[in-house]
């Protein structure tokens, strides 16, 4: 008796979408081509595989999965099965169960790859390959190596778009990213889904700047207690004369000494001045901050303990290339001279002072403003007929800077 039966897929099969799977049938006493069917169960609708095709004798249709006679592509789903019929509708068989249509294997998330090293805070875009044009959003999650928590980095994302920039390390959930190696998930609707390569996320880059010039510039004032003893003398230079070059010395000194015309008064002022190459910085600003470590403090008269608090009073921005004690410049902050802060500036009251200059650095490394350096000045610059003190020496002094890279 003639017959003819659905072989596969019959029931239960995964067929990846855009890759080539046979249709096969077994056909009894049967010479008439057949029609294929596929019959979308879920929504009652069919689409014509092939109109005509040959019975035998290969009993079987290479199909490349989803692509229909129309031209079109049927989308992903569990509900589908096929159906084979003779041309003149006498002998039809339908597979036994559905099959799925899936696009698991297709897919694919292109970067990051194994080989890509992502600086937290840097702007990177992840980029996938959708080819069996999987309609919807998606969402993307960060997983960490050997965890099965991810964290989102993207919602409501569109599948079809095929890239997402993403600020390394920020997550929806502001969860906190530690340097390490990671994947990128990328689910679709009906759970599909894919994973990149391991990849690893770094440190921002980090830049540790030793200014160029870190000196003290000295300005004194010398005076006679009695003015038919002489004139008064004003003289400026680098001070200490014989100081390391990586140190700066901040502050004031007032002497008193002597009698009649021999005694006098001497006042100093010590300005701290620095300047920065900034050449080889490469890329986006983070953050900048100036980081100073003082070593000493010497106070006489009104404080007269030893190594404590903060002589320099503030630091202002030179408006001109550094030539003297006098070098113009404007106010950038005003310095704690004990634990506490300013606008800028974070003092712990004992040896670490950091000040954030991001906004400074950023108009140098953009060109707004003219890279000339910064300056020091102490808490108090004027003259006064006294044997007053306060000198604090600052050792090292950094520029510690903070990049992400340009994509």
């Known amino acids: 008796m003639p017959s003819l039966k659905v072989k596969m897929p019959n029931g239960g099969e995964d067929y990846p979408l855009n890759e080539t799977r046979p249709i096969t ?112 959003n998606c969402q993307l999650l960060l997983l960490a190596k050997n ?8 919602d409501h994302v569109s599948i079809n778009a095929l890239k997402y920039l993403w600020n390394v390390g920020n997550t929806q959930d502001h969860a906190h990213v530690d340097p390490g190696q ?68 901040v502050g004031y000194q007032n002497d008193y000494s002597g009698n009649f015309c021999l005694r006098h008064y001497l006042g100093h002022a010590f300005r701290g001045f620095l300047t920065f190459d900034l050449s080889q910085v490469k890329g986006v600003l983070v953050e900048a901050k100036l980081l100073l470590t003082r070593q000493s403090t010497t106070k006489w008269q009104g404080d007269t303990a030893s190594n404590v608090g903060c002589c320099a009073g503030s630091i202002s921005i030179l408006d001109a290339p550094f030539s003297d004690f006098n070098t113009p410049a404007h106010l950038y902050d005003q310095l704690p001279q004990s634990a506490g802060s300013t606008t800028h500036t974070q003092y712990d009251g004992g040896k670490n002072l950091v000040i954030d200059v991001t906004t400074v650095v950023k108009d140098w490394l953009e060109g707004k403003q003219p890279n000339y350096g910064l300056t020091f000045r102490g808490c108090n610059e004027n003259y006064h007929h006294d044997n007053d003190r306060c000198i604090t020496i600052f050792h090292p002094v950094v520029l510690s800077i903070k990049m992400k890279p340009t994509i």
């Open 25 to 136: 049938w077994r056909s009894e006493l049967l010479t008439s081509n057949i029609k294929i069917i596929l019959d979308d169960k879920k929504t009652n609708k069919t689409f014509t595989i092939e109109n005509s095709h040959s019975i035998s004798p290969e009993f079987a249709y290479q199909w490349k999965v989803g692509k229909v006679k129309d031209g079109g592509t049927v989308p992903v789903g569990h509900d589908y099965a096929i159906r084979v019929k003779t041309l003149t509708g006498h002998y039809v068989d339908d597979s036994d169960n559905t099959f799925s249509i899936s696009a698991k294997k297709i897919l694919k998330i292109i970067n990051p790859c194994q080989l890509n090293v992502w600086s937290l805070e840097s702007s990177r875009l992840i980029t996938w390959e959708n080819p069996g044009n999987i309609p919807g």
């Open 182 to 249: 990671y994947s990128i998930v990328l689910i679709a609707a009906g759970n599909l889904h894919a994973e990149s390569q391991l990849f690893t996320i770094s440190p921002p880059a980090t830049y540790s700047i030793t200014p160029g010039i870190i000196n003290s510039y000295w300005y004194s004032h010398y005076r006679w207690e009695n003015p038919l003893c002489g004139a008064s003398l004003d003289k400026h230079g680098y001070a200490p004369e014989d100081a390391d070059p990586t140190t700066m010395r």
């Open 147 to 154: 965890s099965s928590n991810g964290h989102i980095i993207g």
